[in-house]
DNA sequence: TCGATGCATGCAATCGATTGCACGCTTCGG
DNA sequence: CCGAAGCGTGCAATCGATTGCATGCATCGA
């Protein structure tokens, strides 16, 4: 158990007597190097339980095989999914992948783009945080022609290859959806519209009720960072106003959740009184009782599309013409709290 | 936007003057350095755009401060919550994390933890997978005095910390609970045999069972992979069997889930008739109609546990005298589909 | 006034792998 | 028989930061 000093190359070398150069290229296996010799070699690695120096080599080589990513929370089923997509492809390439939270917050999200630039990954993915305003510590990426992608939350300002689900679409959809159920009054319960997601989903359901010559009503519009309590004010403050909505539409499942509760705790009844969208497919909303009706987001393959196009851009070395912005569809999947049987 | 070269400290060095070495300490506020020169090369630093090339400061320092972690499936509550609270503490030490997945293979887990290896990193915090019955892959770490730390499903034959939950605390409450209620014919749903963690369950179970006076009953004790329809297959076969159970303990949420629903759907009444109690805490046991009571494991605090331990190891680098195994607690959560109000 | 002391800085080697270029040997055509 | 060509290998520089040791300078006490 003694800690035995690494085999290098030149250890190999030394063995064999021959240079550390044709060593290294043989465990390369650069053809330069005649196949008698590549096997010998390799046999002698292999017997010495030779492990190459990774981090020499990157420090030559200048790469690391090493993306980050940088999401506002690993623990949230949409984002672990992403995660999920953007390991299995990146391991298939050969990559290793470098994971941390913002915590939504932008001093988080910015000291850990200078850790991940100084450890020099290859590529980052990223969604930004909420209080991300200021950019800097991404264009230092983009300054060094690093490539960059964003997922989900993107960013106008800088150039880049964006995966983004079609938040329009799945806003438009939900709505939609509730129109057809005869909804007339329809609220919405929507997110910080600093974020463009939020705003897509609400311009969906303006496009929607427009459609349908139905007027917006500017009171049954509310904007808060949705979490479990936002969502229980935002519905009390609905229900306590003179002209109550039919139904509602959430910009994510949490709200519709809360939403729900609330209205089985006065003895509303959910979809019958009023009826509930939600937004992300989240794995309660499934199960609850009622069970949600949501937008599905394909977070998993949001993530394998995002690696594929950073290591693409990796690979090519030069900067693309022109960067994509790629919207993935996004399902509506209709459940018990918008149909009415 | 062109590739601008990178400032190294010897561009600071001969901008100011002085040696590359007087930078390097400078940058590293070694008091050594005069207050006034540190102060005056971090400004030129600052302003040179100077951002330090860690691959070659780990190269020659031998340590990375980066910790690997592989876990079964990122993309699970309890994993991502464990990754949260070791991506937290990792953080504030200062430590990058790179995680992987091992999608529960042999293989694939073997070649992660070679990769890691030869990416040197400074330890290791893993899970193992389910199919993992050798342990070459992670002696290679301790050979070389690299730490080691399980979490959850830990390995008997390597010497290392390992942070377990109490899962017979768990499956013991449980089943008491179930007693204090008043069931006497209390069903288990159990998970693999091979898995400690599962047996531990059942022996809490068995424990809590014996101490009541109540006998174990074979028939009532089933054993399958915990999904969603191998609960449904369970609670089936238990319902149809000739003398049906007053409750259940089930090994995870999700097989609790199935019975919910299998036993709502004959018009069975939990908890009146059945009571269910689950295990993990998913988010959905809280939300679902009942709520499922189950057992909360402390993921992310466990998470925080294992990345203290092995940082603490890096960081004294001597391998500890003994290696303790730490079992966090757990705790019965008790909600609607188990009390009979 | 001189040597001792201590503080601040510089010199140069080092980490392990990679790679452009040079070199030596063999082979072959003219 | 000689030179060219080609193949396989080795030499040595290089990447950027760190660090043990040496050195230079100033200060101070005797």
Redesign the pocket.
Known sequence: MSNQP?T???DIARALK?????V??A??DNP???Q??RNKIKKAAEEMGYR??VV??N???KRTNTIGVIVPLINRHFFSSVISGIEEIAYEAGFAVTISQSKDTFEKESKIAHTLFSNRVDGLILSIAMGTQSYDHLKLFSKRQIPLVFFDRVVDEIDAHKIVADDFGGGYKATRHLIEQGRKRIAMIGGPQNLKIYQYRQAGYLKALEEAGLQADESLILHNSLTREDGTQAIRKLMDAANIPDAVFCANDTTALSAIIYLQEKGINVPQDIAIVGFSNEPFSEVVTPSISTVKQPGFEMGKKAAVLLIRQINQKEAPENFETITMPTELIIRNSSRVI
């Not at 021959?18 to 044709?22: D, E, G, L, M, R």
């Open positions: 690494e290098t190359i030149h021959i240079s550390a150069s044709t290294s290229r465990l390369n330069i190097i005649s008698a010799t190459p120096n020499a080599a420090f030559r080589t």
